[in-house]
């Protein structure tokens, strides 16, 4: 489903800047986001990502990885399209590596589910919370955020499994509605973010830094590919 996104603005040459991640695309009308789902449409920045969910599971929360964030619970965990990140490797690039074009716009057109649909299913299930997973959900902020603000509201916890590549106003938003951060730290240079994820190193530790400001549960993973990554990384 398509709406207007959050955190974008107008340049003077009528282009616009979404203003969600560190990339700061400059679109055109027409153009698409490194993240390959939010676009320039009429001079708005939209998302097409809300409600368009192409992967829901209840896991176990040891597979986020969370190990002391209410071990043993059960967390139910959806995902949309797209991500940010374009990391060689990606285990999940079916739906990561995803660009709205011809042969998939119906999809994101007519598939729906929504914020309250997701968190009915949770309490339906049994699950103690809701995670925001295998795409990186910074690319469905909106989705997230509504979907939390009514897990929480209904006793859930809510929990974001991320490269954390987000800028800080809409990291700050997340803090009234995010009880857990799983954080993908890939790398430790910009050398390697910019060679293996085309992203940068300093966004996503100030948002570490962030989560610990106010106080939030962090559990950092750093995945060891052989040849992918090792200690010059």
């Known amino acids: 489903m398509f709406i207007e996104a959050s ?14 991640c560190p990339d700061y695309c400059k679109l055109k009308e027409d153009q698409i986001g490194v993240c390959g789902v939010r676009l320039n ?49 990606c285990q999940n690039h079916e739906i990561s590596q995803v660009k709205i074009d011809d042969s998939n716009k119906a999809f994101f057109e007519n598939t729906f589910v929504s914020p309250e649909q997701i968190v009915q299913k949770a309490i339906e299930v049994g699950a103690k919370s809701i995670s925001y997973s295998y ?25 974001m499994v991320t490269a954390g590549y987000i ?14 951060f799983s954080i993908d730290l890939k790398f430790f240079s910009d050398k390697a973010y910019a060679k293996y994820s085309k992203a940068k190193l300093e966004p996503i ?3 570490i ?25």
Do not use: Q, R
């Not at 955190?7 to 969600?20: F, H, N, P, R």
């Not at 962030?210 to 090792?230: A, F, R, S």
């Open 135 to 159: 795409s990186d959900p910074v690319i469905f902020y909106e989705y997230m955020y509504d979907s939390a603000k009514i897990a929480k509201e209904n006793g859930l916890k809510n929990i």
């Open 205 to 207: 530790l100030n948002f």
């Open 7 to 20: 955190y974008w603005k107008t340049t003077e040459d009528g282009k616009i800047i979404c203003e969600l």
């Open 41 to 89: 449409k009429g001079g708005k920045l939209l998302s097409a990502t809300y409600g368009s969910l192409v992967s829901i599971a209840l896991d176990p929360v040891e597979k986020k990885p969370l190990f002391h964030f209410l071990p043993g619970h059960k967390t139910l965990t959806i995902a949309t399209p797209g991500c940010n990140l374009h990391c060689l490797g």
């Open 167 to 180: 800028t800080e106003e809409p990291a700050l938003k997340l803090m009234d509605v995010i009880d857990a």
């Open 209 to 233: 830094k962030l989560c610990l400001k106010h106080n939030k549960w962090i559990e950092l993973t750093t995945l060891l590919v052989p040849k992918y990554l090792d200690e010059n990384s």
